[in-house]
């Protein structure tokens, strides 16, 4: 989930003349990702409402994991290559996931209430809201509580598996829970880490536009990870209406 290629070293001061530069820097990352999420869910409805493609979805399983794999390999490539390909290319592959992304979320109109899905998506809004002006603005450092969490989501992701074959309703309501809280601090540590890079670029302003689609797409996955793990818990499914 998380694919960043970049460290940012910890805590840095930025200069007086270089506040604004970054505040523009920021402002595309979060200019980019909520594009996305604007894309994502688009698409995610636009398609829930086509009774031929949602069941294409839902039906042809090769089709539905070819959708996985398709963002799985977009993900993996603008990690690896962000640095070398233009920021056109960037912004396409990013959008071109945000797609991919709605196809796939598009399911989850048949499991949930419009209702819960909008007030869960609000929530979570809130949610990203407050823990990303925090890891803007704090001055403590969150590189120790972004490796533990990191471990964490390792351990969710492993116990998910597990799952699939268990088949524990305990187990998945413990990594839902478990899942809530990393995603909320991988909020704050990853926007202080995006904030922190900001002097790694040199001014660079092409480099620059190619990062702040990469701290889009972290920020992004973050929010949808979040958004998924609160509507476990406070989506109403349609057999509630």
Known sequence: MEQNTYEPRTIQVVPEELKASQAKYMSNVYGWMSLALVVTGLIAYLVSESPALINAIILNKLLFYGLIFAELGLVIWLSTRIAKMSVATAITAFMG????????????????????????????????????????????????????????????????IVNIFLK????????????????????????????????????????????????????????????????????GGRSND
């Not at 603005?137 to 998910?160: N, P, Q, R």
């Not at 620059?208 to 998924?228: C, E, Q, S």
């Open 97 to 160: 996931y945000a797609v991919l992304n709605g196809l796939t979320l598009s399911v989850i109109f048949l499991a949930y209430t419009l209702t819960s899905i909008t007030s869960t998506f609000f929530i979570t809004a809130g949610t990203f809201a407050v823990m990303s002006v925090y890891g803007y603005v704090t001055k403590s450092d969150l590189t120790k509580v972004g490796k533990i969490l990191m471990m964490l989501l390792v351990g969710i992701i492993i116990a998910s």
């Open 168 to 235: 524990s309703p305990m187990i998945a309501w413990i990594t839902t829970y478990i899942g809530v809280a990393v995603f909320v601090g991988l909020i704050a540590y990853d926007t202080q880490k995006i904030k922190n890079y900001f002097l790694e670029l040199n001014g660079d302003e092409s480099l620059m536009g190619r990062m702040a689609i990469m701290g889009a797409l972290t920020l992004y996955l973050d929010f949808i990870n979040l958004f998924l793990f609160l509507l476990r818990l406070f989506g």
